[in-house]
């Protein structure tokens, strides 16, 4: 259909999608100079003139969770996640600092030992807002050095195989004012007059792939995490907060006392939240096993020459359709719960879960389809299987999510718009005359916008092109056998591309050779091929076989 569709050109329109703008190409780090990220912090981190934080004197445990670790050190029992966490958070909403005890659970499945642990410090890409007091490897001191978001701890013995061990630390954080610039688009680390956000607040065990710590400087463009899954149990607990303060918040949600709640979050890649005394509550019941819960601000009801629109109930509209068809075309959304939340940050940002979208879009709500609300929104949970489920390289294999995701816009439009797909084209993709290579890394452009180009709008273009190959049904099978291999994993473009038969190789050569740069590796082999494959360990990044 793309090679049929006319390139129309509308002005002035400025395409996004998770944290990323073409307004946002000044002070933009390369990886050469990625320290430079490390901005100083705001000039004020409290909400009134001279405000400290203040903490009530109660004991920050992780142990004090109600899930104990195993007693034994080395198991054979196949069914324990390799990570676990468990976290205290104590926050002082007045200033907006937290005081955090965490420990982390790592189970090694490699054949071989391991003599040192990586953990994925993404707190610490802002100067002062990660401060470290304390960190521990089964009870003992160890070695450790903080470069930016990598922390490495030399362990006192060999981690072998099937052993585990806990490390516990104790940090504050304190989160930076959502301003102008990088600091703007991270906003999903910071806070607002009305709203404090913390996603990728939390150290995790890096990802571990093909016998490597896979963990990435940090740029202005694009994302750079690569996430294994964990289970999650964190406690958050604030002071300093009026009543009516809502937590949001993925998994399952307990409340202990107010402004106290536990949230348990199983096999997720990560963990974010959202806090405001503001939030504006919208939830509704999909059916027997999920809810669906949109948390937005008053402002998100606009009048518009008379007329009132409210883009919360607009969104939650959407999403139940979009969960339901994205469950019939990738496969079943298996969370109970998903929440969407309005940011006070640019364009939007994924999490399990859990999204953002920003309230710009809120604000510019027309009442229609044809608008960023409802797209962005779509994007945001179209991540909920790609990255969420199948995960991958977001600084070296950024198609895999932001290409797909972009497509599943596309893919709701025909679905629940069909009279906008053109409308869809021109706006999103055509208008932009895309260039670039899809498989391109993200530290391979100067600006966002060529980063967008060759990514997302080259990738749609791409991904379009092997639907008209192969035909309809065949690209769904495709979408739908890579999503149920990749479940779990973090995959590699060739999980993708060996999902196509010995007869569909030939036959997408052409658009492979357009779009990627080295189409013979990323295909599988012609001849010999047995049809669609699972990933090998180095692929899909899982220790088990």
Not at 15 to 23: E, F, P, Q, R, T
Not at 51 to 77: G, I, K, N, Y
Not at 282 to 310: M, T
Not at 428 to 446: C, H, I, L, M, N
Request: aromatic share 12%; glycine share 6%.
């Amino acid at each position: 259909m793309w090679r049929s569709v006319a390139a129309l050109i509308l002005s002035g329109a400025l395409l996004v999608g998770c944290n990323l703008s073409a307004a946002a190409n000044a002070d933009v780090p390369t990886r050469e100079n990625a320290g430079r990220l490390r901005l100083s912090a705001s000039t004020s981190v409290a909400t009134e003139a001279g405000a400290t934080a203040t903490f009530t004197e109660v004991p920050l445990t992780a142990t004090a969770l109600t899930l104990a670790p195993t007693q034994s050190r080395c198991l054979s029992d196949e069914e324990r996640p390799p990570r676990r966490v468990f976290a205290d958070v104590r926050i002082d909403y007045a200033t907006k600092a937290a005081l955090i005890e965490q420990r982390i659970e790592f189970l090694n499945r490699e054949d071989a030992a391991l003599e040192e642990i990586v953990l994925d410090v993404q707190s610490n890409q802002w100067e002062d807002s990660f401060q470290l007091e304390h960190l521990s490897v089964n009870g003992r001191q160890v070695s450790q050095e903080l470069l930016l978001n990598r922390l490495t701890l030399g362990l006192p013995e060999p981690l072998e195989k099937n052993c585990w061990l806990e490390i516990e630390l104790g940090f504050r954080l304190q989160p930076s004012e959502i301003r102008d610039g990088l600091r703007s688009y991270r906003g999903f680390f910071g806070y607002s007059p009305r709203q404090l956000n913390l996603g990728h607040f939390l150290p995790t065990v890096a990802a571990r792939l093909a016998g490597q710590w896979r963990i990435h400087d940090p740029i202005g463009i694009g994302e750079q995490v690569v996430y294994e899954v964990a289970d999650w149990q964190v406690r958050v607990s604030v002071e300093n907060a009026d009543s009516s303060l809502r937590l949001a918040a993925p998994g399952a949600v307990t409340e202990l006392a107010d402004n106290s709640w536990v949230v348990t979050l199983p096999d997720s890649r990560d963990f974010a939240i959202s806090l405001s005394e503001e939030f504006v509550l919208h939830e509704q019941q999909i059916n027997q096993g999920l809810s669906l819960a949109v948390y937005s601000f008053a402002d998100a009801r606009i009048n518009a020459g008379g007329l009132w629109l409210d883009g919360a109930e607009h969104t939650l509209k959407e999403a139940v359709k979009a969960l339901d068809l994205f469950s019939r075309l990738f496969g079943d959304y298996e969370r109970d719960r998903f929440v969407i939340v309005q940011g006070d940050f640019p364009d939007g940002m994924e999490f399990s879960g859990l999204v953002f979208v920003g309230s710009a879009w809120f604000y510019q709500y027309d009442g229609s389809p044809r608008n960023y609300l409802t797209l962005i929104s779509v994007h945001e949970i179209a991540h909920q299987w790609w990255y969420a489920k199948v995960g991958n390289d977001a600084a070296l294999n950024p198609w895999l999510d932001e290409a797909l995701a972009t497509y599943s816009e596309y893919l709701y439009i025909e679905s629940e718009y069909p009279t906008e797909r053109n409308w869809w084209w021109s706006f999103r993709v055509a208008g932009y005359f895309p260039q670039g290579k899809v498989d391109s890394t993200v530290y391979e452009f100067r600006t966002p916008r060529e980063y967008i180009n060759a990514v997302y709008l080259r990738g749609v273009q791409m991904l379009q092109n092997l639907r008209d190959d192969i035909g309809d049904d065949s690209f769904f099978e495709l979408l739908r056998a890579y999503g149920e291999a990749g479940a779990g994993r973090v995959a590699e473009p060739t999980l993708f591309w060996r999902h196509l038969t010995d007869e569909q190789v030939p036959i997408t050569w052409d658009t492979r050779s357009e779009f990627l740069r080295d189409p013979d590796v990323q295909a599988p082999p012609a001849e010999g091929a047995a049809g669609p494959v699972e990933a090998t360990e180095n692929e899909s990044g899982k220790d088990s076989p």
